[in-house]
T-cell receptor, first 112, second 112 residues
Framework: DQQVKQNSPSLSVQEGRISILNCDYT??????FLWYKKYPAEGPTFLIS?????DKNEDGRFTVFLNKSAKHLSLHIVPSQPGDSAVYFC???????????FGKGTRLSVIA | EAGVAQSPRYKIIEKRQSVAFWCNPI?????LYWYQQILGQGPKLLIQ????????DSQLPKDRFSAERLKGVDSTLKIQPAKLEDSAVYLC??????????FGPGTRLTVT
């Protein structure tokens, strides 16, 4: 049973526009959520996180929104740049010091 | 600050052979994780160490996989004997307690 789901395997966005990546989870014990970016032949790179006490966290062009009642989070990238093209993984844990449960990833392509 | 180091980066072995991977975490990070990432999937935890003690190895196939973290720093993951389905990227991650995990570049294992 997949506890973290990224239902869109891929997404294409034009440069300068907003990219919205979505993630759903089923385990109500999750209270810490993260987004990672992965380039080919590299390990995942931490991007941004949010704890369940917040509903929004912003870092530069990246904003993560959390809707606990819907068990849904999203990553907004604005404006999107060609260098943002990568696979994005959503991950979740309970308490922050436990193993992460990952989604399958969404491949983002930003077209110049 | 140096990141998580892993070696080798690539390894090709025949089934039934053995293989070992090495990880050097970020200095001062108490927690170390090994994940397995099969193509098209998100990373899946194999084992979690806190200092040199095992916190969670419930998903480690213990009949063929073993891992150790001597002196609470470096870690090795071993597979003996390897099977075709062990072909994957093996990722090491480390974190201070209660924060995001930082990943190494991974070791891509191909079992033929």
């Amino acid at each position: 049973d997949q506890q973290v789901k990224q239902n869109s395997p891929s997404l294409s966005v034009q440069e300068g526009r907003i990219s919205i990546l979505n993630c759903d989870y089923t385990n109500s014990m999750f209270d810490y959520f993260l987004w990672y970016k992965k380039y080919p032949a590299e390990g995942p790179t931490f991007l941004i996180s949010i704890s369940s006490i917040k509903d929004k966290n912003e870092d530069g062009r990246f904003t993560v929104f959390l809707n606990k009642s819907a068990k849904h989070l999203s990553l907004h990238i604005v404006p999107s740049q060609p260098g943002d093209s990568a696979v994005y993984f959503c991950a979740a844990s309970d308490s922050g010091n436990t193993p992460l449960v990952f989604g399958k990833g969404t491949r983002l392509s930003v077209i110049a | 600050e140096a990141g998580v180091a892993q070696s080798p980066r690539y390894k090709i072995i025949e089934k039934r052979q053995s293989v070992a991977f090495w990880c050097n975490p970020i200095s001062g990070h108490a927690t170390l994780y090994w994940y397995q990432q099969i193509l098209g999937q998100g990373p899946k935890l194999l084992i979690q160490f806190q200092n040199n003690g095992v916190v969670d190895d419930s998903q480690l196939p213990k009949d063929r996989f073993s891992a150790e973290r001597l002196k609470g720093v470096d870690s090795t993951l071993k597979i003996q004997p390897a099977k075709l389905e062990d072909s994957a990227v093996y990722l090491c991650a480390s974190s201070p307690i209660g924060t995001a995990q930082y990943f190494g570049p991974g070791t891509r294992l191909t079992v033929t």
